[in-house]
């Protein structure tokens, strides 16, 4: 059975009854964390363990991305300049119709290793554009075949309805489709993979879709994860319904929900109801302010996504950044408006923007006993970062320095399951330079495809 033994490091475990351990031990075995501890003695097993200096190291739980349409990795950077109104118009009923198969599995594949190359070892990835089986197959393949634990939260294509056919807010969540993953691919619950909905929720769909909709999620015991805001909602009302329906609660999660009236903001926390913020493309193409600041008023704690590829970088310590500068920014405001003065500290310690992307997006995933944190038991999910380089030293407080400091260039490792994925500032994985290129043809392709559309138009 493989163990591995990361000796004399910084530890971040993110585990209260732990803390942070200024030269500690992580031992891992069979997949799991044994144990974290300042000092671990290997005895008569010693000759069957790898160890592993972290001295000048780092090492905190692996990352959780809340939220991210990978499908659009080919699009890098393409609409960076879009508008939320222009997104849907170029995108949704433009560039996704011209996809194939294989133009999303590369998209996934190469999205998800590059979110292990950033830290990330869960992937939340809200798959909204698979209008065939073969969409899905191949969106779940890439996943798979890129080692990174991920949630697929399977959703639907919204283009523009052709004559005769009915609009997107019209159609129920396929439930052929969602069992015939749960008897397939995603069959295993506690997987590498599993199943998620990613629904249409009350904003974008009729009151009738939405309740079958949160039933659907409801019997088949999945997470229900939709938008929330971006324009007028389909349904007036529709959320009073669904509470009356006694629809919403634990398992129900809300993506932006930067309109939501305050009243009902607070019967969704009263209820149990996630909520993942999307910092930077929130505020670049309108949604409006991210609601962090809401919610710790609230006593509850934001989970934190990337959301498109095709218009900002995909690396979460970034969006963490963003959503805590953002917040103590508006705090700031807040307090001169009312006092004249900035507060006399501030408003969220660092250590608050490191739990949006470990242990809450564990929580938010329902698998907060399995990872999130670096405790014992639970599965060796981890990230080392290199304390010594040029940008981190020195290190006077590692919190800060993995929170304000940190990126891409400073993750040394990364191990998903006990597994390493990383090793030495390298990314694990075959053919990078092949997959590069087929992504960058697939990019190159969907975008000749369109303009070919709009010139024959």
């Known amino acids: 059975m493989r163990r591995t033994l990361i000796k004399s ?28 501890r ?42 960076a300049n879009w508008t939320l109104l222009e997104y849907f118009r170029r995108m949704h009923a433009g560039l996704a119709t011209v996809f194939r198969p294989e133009d999303i599995h590369i998209a996934t594949l190469v999205g998800a290793l590059n979110q292990i190359n ?15 089986p073969d969409h899905t197959d191949a969106a779940v393949r890439g996943l798979i075949e890129s080692g990174i634990r991920a949630a697929f939260f399977h959703g639907s294509p919204k283009p523009e309805p052709k004559p005769g056919e009915p609009h997107f807010s019209e159609i129920p969540h396929p439930r052929r489709e969602v069992e015939r993953l749960l008897a397939g691919p995603l069959a295993d619950r506690d997987g590498l ?46 959320w009073d319904k669904l509470i009356e329906a006694g629809l919403v609660g634990a398992g129900v999660n809300i993506v932006h929900g930067n309109d939501l009236p305050d009243e009902l903001l607070d019967r969704m926390v009263d209820l149990g109801v996630s909520f993942s913020v999307t910092p930077e493309n929130e505020m670049i193409q309108g949604h409006g302010f991210p609601i962090t600041g809401r919610l710790l008023k609230r006593g509850v704690r934001p989970t934190i996504g990337i959301d498109l590829e095709s218009v900002l970088a995909g690396d979460l310590f970034s969006a963490a ?47 907060e006993r399995q990872i999130g944190s670096l405790t014992p038991g639970k599965l060796a999910d981890l990230v080392i970062i290199n304390a010594s380089d040029l940008n981190l030293v020195p290190v006077h407080d590692p919190v800060a320095t993995v929170v304000m400091q940190a990126g891409l260039a400073n993750i040394e490792a990364v191990m ?30 969907l975008v000749q495809d369109i303009e070919r559309q709009g010139r024959a138009a």
């Open 9 to 36: 490091a910084t530890v971040i475990s993110m585990d209260d009854a732990i803390g942070d351990l200024s030269s500690g031990d992580v031992l891992v075995e069979g997949g799991r964390i044994v144990d974290v």
């Open 38 to 79: 300042p000092s671990i003695e290997l005895g008569s097993r010693a000759a069957e363990t790898e160890i592993v200096d972290g001295a000048g190291r780092i090492v905190i739980p692996g990352l959780i991305n809340a939220h991210m349409h990978t499908w659009q990795t080919g699009l890098r950077g393409y609409a």
């Open 118 to 132: 950033h830290g990330v070892t869960t992937l939340v990835d809200w798959c909204h554009n698979n209008p065939t």
């Open 193 to 238: 993979v599993t199943l998620g909905l990613a629904i249409l929720g009350p904003h974008y769909s009729t009151l009738d879709v939405a309740m079958h909709d949160f039933r659907l999620a409801r019997e088949l015991e999945l997470i229900a994860s939709m938008h929330q805001g971006g324009g007028p909602a389909k349904t007036l009302g529709g």
């Open 321 to 367: 950044r963003v959503a805590l500068s953002m917040q103590r920014a508006l705090d700031n405001a807040e307090s001169r408006q009312a006092s004249g003065m900035i507060p006399v500290t501030t408003t969220i310690p660092v250590r608050e923007a490191l739990r949006w992307i470990t242990t809450e997006g564990a929580r938010m995933l329902g698998r």
């Open 416 to 445: 998903i399951g006990g597994a390493w994925k990383k090793r030495n500032g390298r990314l694990l994985a075959e053919g990078l330079e092949t997959k590069k290129e087929l992504l960058a043809q697939s990019g190159r392709r």
